[in-house]
C-alpha cells in the first residue's frame, strides 16, 4: 500500500526534546569531572563545594552519549529522501549546503571563539599572547561536528541516489519486533568490533567528540532513510514505549557495569569491558530511541500550539548558537558559592530561555531565517 507523505508533529517534539538534551549535556560538561567544555567550571573558575550527589552529572552525560545524537541523525535522515524526492538531486544537495554549511562557517570562527574567551582569559593571565594567535590555533568544529558529518551522510546518500537504482516506493508496513531486535544486534556488533579492533582511532575531517558512535550514527542515518520509506515512524507499536524505556534500564542495570570495569583493567578484563561497551550501547541506543518515539508518536502526536511551533522553528538556530550562550551564562554564575549540581539547574533554567529567545532574534534577520 502506497504511503501519502503525513508530516508527524510528534518528530518535531522529539526534535526540541533532543536540542534541550543537547544543552542539559553541555551544562553537565561544564560541572561534572570530565573537562571537554569551553568553561570546564572546576578548572578553570571558582571549584564548587564537592557534594554527594555530583555525579549524577557524569552518569548523565554517559547515558545521554549513548542515544541521543544518534536519535538526532536518524530523525535527520527520515526528512531526506522526501526532500529530494521533491526537489532533485541537484537542488536538494545545495540546499543542504546552505543550511548546513553556513550555520557550520558560523559556529567554528563566530560561536566557538566566543565559547573559548574565558580559555583565553586564563591562558593570557598567565603568558599575555595576541589574541589573533589564540583564535587561529583555536578554531574548530565544536558541535558543528554534527553539521559536518550530517553533510557527509548527506552527500553520500545523494551519489547513491544518482548512480543507483530507483528506491522503491513509500509504503505504510508495521515495524515489528524482529526488526527492532535484529537492528539491536547491528549496532551491538558493529559497536563490539569498533572498541575492540579500533579503540581510540580518530576520524579525519570529522571531529567526533566520541569516534567510537560512528558506527551507530551511520546504522541510525541509514535506520531513518529506510523508516520513511516503509513508513515505520507512523506505525510504532502501541507496546514500543514500555519495552523500549524497560529494555533500556535492563542494560544499565546488567551490562553498564561492566563496560564502566575497563577504566584501569588489562588484558580480558579490558577486552571484557569494550565487549560490553559495545553491547550497552546498541542496546541503551535502541531502547531508549525507541521508547522516545514510541511516547512521543502516541502522547504528543497532535498539531503544534503557538508555543510548540516557536520552539521547534528555533530549534536548529539553537543548536548552533548554544555554546555562545551557555559560556556566558556559566561564566556570570561562576561566583555563587552552590554545588556543582545547585549551579547545573541554575545554569540550565536560565540558559534554555535565552537560547531560544537569541535564536529567535537571530532568525528575525533574512539570513538567520534563510539558514537557521
Known amino acids: 500500500m502506497t504511503a501519502t507523505a503525513v508530516r508527524l508533529h510528534y518528530l518535531d517534539r522529539v526534535r526540541v526534546l533532543l536540542t534541550v538534551l543537547v544543552v542539559l549535556h553541555h551544562v553537565a560538561l561544564t560541572y561534572g569531572s570530565f573537562a571537554l567544555w569551553y568553561f570546564h567550571e572546576p578548572s578553570m573558575g571558582t571549584p564548587s563545594p564537592p557534594g554527594e550527589w555530583d555525579r549524577l552529572l557524569d552518569l548523565f552525560l554517559l547515558l545521554n552519549q549513548t542515544y541521543f545524537m544518534g536519535l538526532f541523525f536518524l530523525i535527520s535522515a527520515y526528512l531526506v529522501p522526501g526532500s529530494y524526492d521533491r526537489k532533485g538531486g ?31 582569559r586564563m591562558e593570557n593571565a598567565r603568558a599575555p599572547a595576541p589574541y589573533l594567535d589564540f583564535y587561529l590555533r583555536e578554531l574548530e568544529q565544536g558541535p558543528g ?116 570495569g575497563g577504566a584501569d583493567a588489562s588484558g580480558d578484563r579490558l577486552l571484557l569491558a569494550r565487549v560490553a561497551h559495545g553491547l550497552f550501547d546498541g542496546v541503551y541506543c535502541v531502547g531508549m530511541s525507541l521508547g522516545i518515539l514510541g511516547l512521543f508518536s502516541r502522547r504528543f502526536a497532535g498539531a503544534p500550539t503557538p508555543v510548540g511551533r516557536f520552539m521547534s522553528a528555533n530549534a536548529y538556530a539553537v543548536y548552533v548558537l548554544h555554546a555562545g550562550v551557555l559560556v556566558v551564562v556559566s561564566v556570570a554564575i561562576s561566583g555563587l558559592p552552590a554545588g556543582a549540581l545547585t549551579k547545573f539547574v541554575l545554569a540550565t533554567a536560565l540558559s534554555l530561555p535565552l537560547c531560544w529567545v537569541v535564536a529567535a532574534i537571530v532568525r528575525t534577520a533574512p539570513v538567520g531565517r534563510l539558514v537557521l
Request: aromatic fraction near 10%; charged fraction near 10%.
Open 90 to 120: 541537484r537542488r536538494f544537495l545545495a540546499d543542504r549546503m546552505i543550511r548546513l554549511g553556513i550555520p557550520l562557517i558560523l559556529v567554528v570562527f563566530a560561536v566557538v571563539p566566543l565559547a573559548k574567551l574565558p580559555l583565553y
Open 145 to 260: 561536528w554534527f553539521l559536518v558529518t550530517l553533510l557527509a551522510f548527506v552527500a553520500a546518500y545523494t551519489a547513491i541516489r544518482a548512480l543507483g537504482p530507483a528506491p522503491r516506493q513509500r509504503s505504510a508496513t508495521a515495524l515489528r519486533a524482529r526488526t527492532i531486535i535484529g537492528f539491536a544486534v547491528l549496532l551491538a556488533v558493529l559497536g563490539i568490533a569498533w572498541r575492540v579492533l579500533l579503540p581510540g582511532v580518530r576520524i579525519p575531517v570529522l571531529q567526533l567528540p566520541v569516534p567510537e558512535y560512528l558506527p551507530q550514527y551511520v546504522c541510525m542515518f541509514t535506520a531513518g532513510l529506510i523508516a520513511y520509506r516503509r513508513g515505520w515512524l507512523a506505525t510504532i507499536p502501541a507496546h514500543a514505549t514500555g519495552w523500549g524505556f524497560a529494555v533500556a534500564a535492563l542494560a544499565v542495570v546488567t551490562l553498564l557495569p561492566l563496560a564502566l
